[in-house]
């Protein structure tokens, strides 16, 4: 009975909805030109410069140990493939299904704060994108912003 009673506990304890709250959510660039420290500053433009990181910082409150994060980048219409036209040049394209990058990974808040960090490509195009920031299957964040 006791070992009846136990499994019972721990199904409903594994299956209970983790209940967090967004306390902030912010997106910008980082700098890491000092070595001491890295610098996050909230901006909406990231300079398309190779080696330029970039991402998200968001606050929880009422989280637990580690979370379960998952990004979904959806990058411009035009990009990825390289395609070489002695009149046009290089032309970089993304087919439709390629479109959108997911990342999944387990996070562990520091001062309950957990940041996501990108870094812009070699030859990565200008343009407008879109980043969506799930945590617990919940979308905790959508950041819309412009490399240029």
């Known amino acids: 009975m006791k070992r009846l009673l136990f499994l019972a506990w721990?199904?409903?304890?594994?299956?209970?909805?983790?209940s967090f709250e967004v306390a902030t959510a912010e997106f910008g660039v980082f700098d890491a030109s000092d070595p001491q420290r890295v610098v996050f500053s909230p901006t909406q433009v990231v300079?398309?410069?190779e080696g330029q990181r970039y991402g998200w910082m968001i606050e929880l409150r009422g989280v637990k140990r580690s979370v379960s994060v998952r990004e979904e980048y959806v990058l411009p219409g035009t990009a990825i493939e390289h395609r070489t036209d002695s009149a046009e040049?290089?032309?970089?394209?993304?087919?439709?299904?390629?479109?959108s990058q997911v990342s999944q990974r387990q996070l562990v808040p520091?001062?309950?704060r957990i940041f996501g960090e990108w870094e812009i490509g070699p030859q990565e195009p200008a343009g407008r994108r879109q980043l969506d920031v799930v945590v617990e299957g919940r979308i905790a964040a959508s950041f819309e912003f412009e490399v240029r």
């Open 110 to 112: 520091v001062d309950g």
């Open 47 to 49: 300079p398309r410069k």
């Open 89 to 99: 040049g290089t032309k970089l394209v993304i087919p439709l299904d390629r479109r």
């Open 10 to 18: 721990l199904y409903f304890a594994s299956t209970r909805v983790f």
